[in-house]
């Protein structure tokens, strides 16, 4: 598990003096990672007991072990100068031995369990992985009906129950149109699941259960950065043959 997904969870035990140590640490992630709790305390202008009961609400033991979730962040990240291949080699490995560690029983229950399953997203591309995983989960016989826009969301929360499911599909995970429908879905206690890239957002914060992965941002040297996508197609077959294991066997 990563930093960001510790304060995904943690999000609503962090106080202003906390999201002001998180919003440091977020920015200089590398250098945070090799400096002290004093040296941290001092960037923070907080003291350094607030640093360790920033630790401490993340669940985690103390400064060391905050120290430890950096490095492995910071070494799961690739400077890119040019068109660099390896770096979308390396994120999908990456995402991949993530993958392998991820329990996905529950988001398999969630699945299995409810009456109807709605996706959303937003963009190209998420759409087209929505597509995607209404086509294969055809293969179980289950039909996820996917949801073309705004204007369709809001008569479906006319309809939408608490045995319904929605799965939302963000890159990062921040659209306000996406945690917008979360919210609300949250306050109609209408289960949600979230697919975003790693990285602490507000829509993984809104919804029951939180899948993330690893992308690679690669320079294109023409002045656009290419954020790969591939890996959200792999995480829905392992998910759908996940669900087959549990449901089909």
């Given at each position: 598990m990563s930093i960001d997904e510790l304060v995904n969870i943690h999000y609503d035990n962090?106080?202003?003096?906390?999201?002001?140590?998180?919003?440091y640490i977020h920015a200089n992630k590398k250098v945070c990672s090799s400096l002290t709790i004093e040296e941290l305390a001092s960037k923070c202008n907080v003291s350094r007991t607030t640093i360790l009961r920033f630790a401490q609400k993340l669940s985690l033991k103390?400064?060391?072990?905050?120290?430890?979730?950096?490095?492995?962040?910071?070494?799961n990240v690739k400077e890119s100068e040019g068109i660099h291949i390896d770096s979308a080699f390396d994120s999908y490995e990456k995402a991949i031995f993530d993958?392998?560690?991820?329990?996905?029983?529950?988001?398999?229950?969630?699945?299995?369990?409810?009456n109807r399953v709605f996706i959303y997203g937003t963009g190209q591309i998420q759409k087209s992985i929505a597509e995607e995983l209404k086509r294969i989960f055809l293969n179980a016989e289950k039909?996820?009906?996917?949801?073309?826009?705004?204007?369709?969301?809001?008569?479906?929360?006319?309809?939408?129950?608490?045995?319904?499911?929605?799965?939302?599909?963000?890159?990062?995970?921040?659209?306000?149109?996406?945690?917008?429908?979360?919210?609300?879905?949250?306050?109609?206690n209408v289960p949600t699941i979230s697919m975003t890239r790693?990285?602490?957002?507000?829509l993984a914060?809104?919804?029951?259960?939180?899948?993330?992965?690893t992308t690679a941002n690669i320079n294109l040297n023409n002045g656009y950065v290419y954020g790969t996508t591939?890996?959200?197609?792999?995480?829905i077959e392992?998910?759908?043959?996940?669900?087959?294991?549990?449901?089909?066997?």
């Open positions: 962090l106080n202003q003096n906390d999201l002001h140590i998180w919003k103390g400064y060391s072990e905050l120290k430890v979730y950096l490095s492995w962040d910071v070494s993958l392998r560690k991820k329990d996905f029983t529950d988001i398999c229950k969630l699945i299995h369990d409810s039909y996820f009906y996917i949801i073309g826009g705004p204007n369709e969301m809001n008569i479906i929360l006319n309809t939408i129950k608490s045995d319904d499911l929605v799965i939302f599909i963000s890159m990062n995970g921040e659209s306000d149109e996406v945690t917008g429908f979360a919210k609300v879905l949250k306050v109609i790693l990285t602490e957002n507000k914060r809104l919804c029951n259960e939180n899948i993330y992965t591939t890996i959200f197609f792999v995480l392992i998910l759908f043959l996940k669900y087959c294991t549990l449901y089909l066997s």
